[in-house]
């Protein structure tokens, strides 16, 4: 019976997504509209007081018509990450392409972007062999554009930190951009095996052996994954033969 109740719930919330999907006039025009009724019923007010009258007659108004914005933008997001946990990233992406415009200085929103982002440009495939990646490059672009926005707004967002980091490393093979923001994650998140493992990686393709040898000094004492240790242990030889 709960699991009914709960598709019952999707199946409500995904057609309410349809229905406003559907309507001809946006939100915006019809918040535009709003505004534009507001002022001619209010005579163009002009003096402090007929702006004091006018701003209290139509001030539960507008609170209204931000609330119902406010909603619109959360059930982008919402549905974006269903799509996200079905790995539907190009559907998942156009919601938060939407959600940014009700909530634009969210970092969350960003990173989630970014994920998709990243995901799409692996599914960006040359299907008609023509040594084109354009599209694949625009996604990556938009993935690293996404992280570096995230991180304006809220610079210590750790999953955004990790996230670029990866995103240098293994797609873009950029590694000295990773550094400082792996740095930054490890700041932060100082138990993070993972994040020594991508640091490390990253201080030996720039030639920092010695800061990577010291990272996978710190993994080997750290971790109580006998496999990580020993992934660890194997990468500290590989870099050793590399003086």
């Known amino acids: 019976m709960k699991s009914v109740n709960c598709v019952k719930s999707l199946s409500f919330f995904l057609l309410s997504i349809l229905l406003f999907s559907a309507c001809n006039i946006s939100s915006k025009q019809m918040l535009a509209k709003r505004i534009s009724h507001m002022q001619k019923a209010s005579g163009n007010p002009v003096s402090i007081e007929e702006i004091k009258e006018a701003i209290s007659k139509y001030d539960d108004e507008a609170r209204e018509v931000q ?17 996200i946990d079905r790995k539907m990233y190009g559907e998942a992406l156009k919601c938060f392409q939407m959600a940014l415009e009700y909530y634009p200085d969210n970092p969350n929103l960003y990173y989630y972007t970014a994920i998709c982002a990243g995901y799409m440009s692996h599914a960006s495939l040359d299907f008609d062999a023509t040594g084109n990646f354009e599209k694949k490059n625009h996604y990556l672009e938009l993935s690293e554009s996404a992280y570096l926005r995230a991180l304006e707004i809220d610079p210590r967002l750790t999953t955004a930190l990790y996230g670029l980091g990866v ?16 740095e930054r994650y490890l700041n932060i998140e100082t138990r993070s095996v993972d994040g020594m493992f991508l640091l490390a990686r990253a201080y030996y393709f720039t030639e920092e052996y010695d800061k990577a040898i010291a990272l996978y000094d710190k993994i080997i004492e750290t971790t109580k994954s006998a496999e990580k240790k020993a992934e660890a242990e194997a990468n500290k030889k590989i870099v050793l033969e590399s003086f």
Request: hydrophobic share 40%; with cysteine; aromatic share 18%.
């Open 67 to 83: 609330m119902k914005n406010g909603k619109v933008g959360l059930w982008y997001k919402i549905l974006g990450t269903r799509y």
């Open 167 to 182: 995103l240098y490393v293994f797609e873009l093979d950029e590694c000295e951009k990773a550094v400082p923001y792996l």
